[in-house]
Each structure stands twice: as C-alpha cells, then as structure tokens.
C-alpha cells in the first residue's frame, strides 16, 4: 500500500480558507488582487514546518495521515489567512516621539519638525546613545505585539544610527532578532534616512560616507538585502536618492524608495528607472510616475496609518494605481514619529475606507503582494504546498468581518513554520 504523508499538524474546518493562492511568479495586478482563492470548510497540512496539502477538510483527512504527535487544530468555521507580512518598518529605534503629537496639533508640519532638529534626529540621537541588548529589548517587546496581531514576516530598516557604527549596530540587533523571534525579518540598510546633525550644510558629504563608507561595510558584513533612501524635500534630493540606490544596486543590495511622500519630487519616476523592487508611500505620487511604476511592475507599498496619524487630507491614490496595473502592497511603517502603528489589522481598516480598498484587495496587499515587495513570494505570502506553514486563526466568520472591525485584535491563534506560537 501506499505510504501517505504523514503530517505534524493538521488544521481542520476553516470557516474560509483564504488562501490568496495564485500565480505566484508576479505580484498580483488589477483584478487579481480581488481573487482571494477561498475554500470553504478548508484544512491545511503541515510536515516539518512546511505546508505539504491544501483543500477542504475532507479532502486533506483522505490524503494524510496522523502519527500520535499530529497536533490538530479545529478553527471551528473561522478565517484563517497566511501569516500577515508587513513590508515596511522603521522597528529598531530607542526612546519614543508622544510630544510630537501636541506639536502637530498646533500646526506644526514633520518636516518642519525634523528641520528644528527633532523627528528622525531625535530618534537618532536615542538610539546611538542605546546599547545592543536594550535595542534587542524593545524591538524584541514590538515583535511581541506584531505577531499576536498576526504578523509573521516583516522588513525592518535601519536608519536611526546614520553612523557607520551605529547603522552597523541597527542591523546587527535585527540579525540577532531574525535569530531569535518567530517572526523573520527582512534587513533594509536606510543609512540615507536623514542628513544627521554633524553633516548640517554638508548633505553631499553624508552622501559620500553613506556610498562610500557605510554601503561596503553593510554589504561585506551580509547585513542587509535592501537599500531604502528617504527621497523628500529637504532630505534627500531625486539626484542624491539615484546616487545611493545604483551604487547598492552594483553592491548587490535591492533598491526601495520611500517616494513622494509629502512633497511630488518624482520619487515613484526614480523607482521605476533605477528597477526597485517598491516604491513607499506615494501620497503625492504624479501620474507618470504611476504610468512608469506600472511598465516595470514596481510594488507600490502604501502606508496609510501613516497617512492617518500625520493628519494629512490626500491619502495615495490606491485605486488609479490598482486601476492602471500596478500591484500593491500595505504595510505598518511602525516608527515613533508617523507611525506608531504596528497592526496590520489597524492598517486594513483604514486602507478600506481612505485607499477605498475593497476587502479582498486589501488581503492580497498585505499577503502575496507584501511578500513581493521584500523579496519572499516564494516562501511565504499565501497557503500553498511547499510554503512556510505561517497561519492566522481569526475570531470570524468571513473575510470581510476583518477590515469592517479594525481596532479590536482578532487573532485567536498563529501558526508561525507549523508551530503554534500565540493561542
Ligand atoms: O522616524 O519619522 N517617514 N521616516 C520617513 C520616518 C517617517 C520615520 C520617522
Ligand atoms: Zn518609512
């Protein structure tokens, strides 16, 4: 006879198993990203951390076996979803920015925050003042959060040190993290975050340091995979931007951009020409840009909780983007300044209803299309044999409950590489 598979978990009656499975090979585009892939009474089976059978529950308890360690899990009718990934956070930083609210209610804009010295700086001046082990601490603390909300995957950027020693230590502590957290962390070097205070007057000297002497490093040391740079007015220039991410790009590192933000500077234009792999926030992206992000099939990874927590009235224009083909993804950009947000249940919500994104689209965003954009589509992003058994037990019923009751934490259950890691 022959020998069944023979599973270390069997998860047993989803309600709606959304596998958001797919074509994997791209992200999804257009009307793609509304097809979710759901199978009623679904079941998922898992061997050795991967998942080796997908259908309904039937189907599965015909096809594998048990042996007397088979964990079974019974959703009882519930949502179960891949394990969230969030694409853009800013996760190791010392010390918090509360006092900035006040300020921006009295009309003080970010920029105008970060020109008096405060903002990004004065997160940098904390955390190189921060040794490893409290960095280790407080990311570790955030981490916690993240995946009892049901994210499993995340890109963490460096990017408070703005020092060689100091960006070195920012991805040695998200090394350390990947090593030791469940949730698998993605290392971005974003030594061009801010012109820190010694370079004031001098950015093309920073710029120098970053290129000349930070890039090396980061890269001879294997401590990063993406180089990010913050593109916006009074930052870093189009020129200046293009100049960091060809050189990476020659080192090896993958190209991302945080792009026109606040000020249209042509950010998502130098996405497209330099091939990065996303372009972020694109609040004030221009209609070129989105032409020449669609043409290259740069993600568009939109982060409106930052949108929502700076107050501003134009969210990025999620459906002319979805609308002319270019795939997008969601993410938290957890930071203390824009965004102290790190759930991505919270990010579904208002990605419904300011992006106007429907339910499904803004599954796929944070799913399949989030793991595009940091380079893991074929690892994890959606429940198919062969993946990483990442899972999320939800408290309901259908999809469409998740984002319509943002604000409460849903998740009963994560499932993180077959094992279970918050009930
Ligand atoms: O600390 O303000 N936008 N970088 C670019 C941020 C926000 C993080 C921060
Ligand atoms: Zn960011």
């Given at each position: ?213 930070m890039l090396p490093a980061v890269v001879r040391e294997g401590l990063a995979e993406f180089c990010d740079v913050f593109c916006e007015e009074g930052v870093f220039s189009v020129e200046q931007s293009r100049r960091i991410l060809l050189a990476a790009k020659e080192r090896g590192l993958k190209p991302k951009i945080h792009a026109d933000e606040i000020v249209s500077l042509g950010g998502g234009e130098l996405a497209a020409e330099v091939g990065a792999v996303s372009a972020d926030h694109l609040m004030a992206v221009s209609d070129q840009g989105i032409e020449q992000m669609a043409q290259q099939g740069t993600i568009a990874v939109l982060l409106p909780a930052t949108t929502f927590c700076l107050m501003g009235k134009q969210y990025a224009p999620a459906r002319k983007m979805i ?101």
């Open positions: 006879m022959e020998n069944k598979t023979k599973a270390d978990l069997l998860l047993l009656h989803a309600g709606q198993l959304v596998t958001v499975a797919g074509d994997s090979a791209g992200p999804k585009r257009g009307a793609e990203m509304a097809q979710l892939g759901v199978i009623q009474d679904g079941a998922v089976a898992v061997k050795e951390g991967t998942i080796v059978y997908v259908g309904t529950t039937r189907e599965v308890l015909e096809q594998v076996e048990t042996h007397p360690g088979t964990r079974v899990v019974d959703a009882g009718g519930k949502v179960v979803l891949p394990g969230l990934v969030d694409p853009h956070t800013h996760l190791v930083f010392a010390g918090s920015r509360e006092h900035e609210l006040e300020l921006k209610l009295q009309g003080m804009g970010y920029l105008d925050i970060l020109k008096a010295g405060g903002g990004i700086l004065s997160t940098v001046r904390a955390t190189r003042a921060a040794g490893k082990a409290e960095l280790i601490k407080t990311a570790g603390k955030y981490l916690d959060q993240m995946l009892s909300q049901g994210t499993t995957t995340a890109e963490v950027k460096s990017g408070y040190g703005l020092t060689l020693e100091d960006e070195v230590k920012t991805l040695e502590v998200i090394r350390e993290l990947n090593r030791s957290h469940p949730i698998d962390l993605v290392p971005t070097f974003l030594g061009a975050h801010a012109v820190p205070e010694e370079y004031k007057g001098n950015p093309e000297g920073y710029v120098d340091l970053v290129v000349e002497a609308e002319r083909g270019v795939p997008v993804a969601l993410a938290s950009d957890f930071n203390p300044g824009s965004s102290p947000v790190n759930s991505l249940q919270v990010v579904m919500g208002i990605a419904c209803r300011q992006l106007k994104m429907t339910p499904a689209e803004v599954i796929t965003a944070v799913t399949i299309n989030a793991a595009h954009a940091i380079g893991r589509a074929a690892e994890v992003g959606s429940i198919e044999a062969g993946k990483k058994a990442d899972l999320v037990v939800f408290d309901a019923l259908t999809y469409r409950y998740l984002p319509y009751r943002f604000g409460t934490n849903l998740v009963e259950m994560v499932i993180k590489n077959g094992q279970v890691v918050v009930e």
